[in-house]
């Protein structure tokens, strides 16, 4: 705690300096309310992964993991376009559309595409019949390994994309620990359940836990909506950020399903695939951010194309899964689960 709040008066004092100019044309008061909120922002986004990321583990069952790796082909391709595609095709749309870009919407974009699989990937993955544990086993994974992977294409893109990005003297050690606070908590979960929780005690704890995260994370969100730096940063970009966030989406969606497609996976896995590539997982890009470069007016720089990817991704992933569901019904795996779409939700 104390570490974050000297953190927040070195930010305070920076823009209170008189050599300091406020981004998106917002006045001294904005940036007073930006500080205090981002300091919210920061201690809620941390609560959020700790919790939630912990009850993923403590709901994760071993056994139809393990399963799920018993055919490792689907898991790797989604793992591939996750890991791997999703971050240069990101590039690629900034270095062709993003040229009027401020170098944190860049850097944004760049953490939001290297970051692993999101909350929601198994929900949609469920309700358009794709194969759930695929879609579990792929988050799974590429949350753990996120500790590397965000580092490791940050560097890439500003060392080789956006040299521009360098005038930021990013700490990639605040970064890779960043990553780290989402990365153990479901290995932490997964010792939880096997070691110290009775069998009659594992769903009240799973469920406590991932209620909390996912209420802690929407406290986190409405804090950066409520931030008038973030909302004037999404005005001042102007439509094009609208539009590289749609693509990204569409984009993402499409290469993993085509992806799958190549690899001749079954309708279900290629289903899970695509979700699993075109949903991020956004409070680990918040925590990045919170934690790496300040908060209050540091980290509203960096959160508007959050915002509105977040928009874009309501109005194409589930349009998306309301597709396969309806208008391209499949039958379930024999292997897959049959539980409700209410408590995939909450466990993945």
């Known amino acids: 705690m104390d570490i974050i709040k000297r953190q927040s008066m070195h930010w305070s004092q920076r823009i209170l300096s008189e050599n300091s100019s406020l981004p998106f044309g917002a006045t001294p008061e904005d940036a007073d309310l930006s500080e205090t909120l ?168 799973k469920n406590v836990l991932i209620i909390s995260g996912i209420v802690f994370s929407v406290a986190a969100g409405l804090l950066t909506v409520a931030d008038p730096i973030f909302r004037l940063g999404v005005k001042a970009l102007g439509g094009k950020i609208w539009l590289v966030a749609f693509l990204f989406n569409s984009s993402a969606l499409a290469f993993g399903y085509f992806l799958a497609f190549v690899a001749c996976l079954a309708d279900p896995e290629r289903r899970a695939v695509a979700f699993e590539v075109g949903v991020q997982n956004l409070s680990i890009p918040l925590a990045v951010v919170n934690l790496s470069f300040g908060t209050g007016v540091e980290a509203a720089e960096f959160t508007p194309f959050l915002g509105v990817y977040v928009i874009m991704g309501l109005c194409v992933n589930y349009p998306c899964m309301m597709m396969f569901r309806y208008v391209f019904p499949i039958d379930r795996m024999k292997d897959d689960d049959e539980r409700p779409a209410i408590g995939l939700a909450l466990e993945a």
Do not use: C
Not at 158 to 165: L, S
């Open 38 to 205: 981002g300091l919210w922002v920061q201690i809620v986004v941390v609560l959020s992964l700790l919790l939630y990321m912990t009850g993923v583990g403590v709901a994760l069952d071993l056994d139809r993991f393990k399963d799920a790796w018993k055919r490792p082909k689907a898991p790797l391709v989604g793992l591939f376009g996750q890991i791997v595609v999703n971050p240069f095709v990101i590039m690629g749309l900034l270095k062709l559309l993003g040229g009027d870009f401020t170098v944190e919407t860049k850097v944004m974009a760049l953490i939001i595409a290297a970051s692993p699989g999101g909350n929601g990937s198994a929900l949609l993955t469920y309700l358009s019949f794709g194969h759930t544990e695929t879609s579990i086993a792929m988050t799974l994974i590429s949350t753990v390994v996120a500790f590397a992977t965000i580092p490791l294409f940050i560097f890439l893109g500003t060392e080789v994309f956006f040299p521009e990005a360098l005038e930021l003297e990013i700490a990639f050690e605040s970064i890779v620990l960043s990553a780290l606070a989402a990365s153990l908590p479901p290995l932490f979960g997964i010792w939880l359940k096997k070691k110290r929780l009775k069998a009659d005690m594992v769903d009240p704890v």
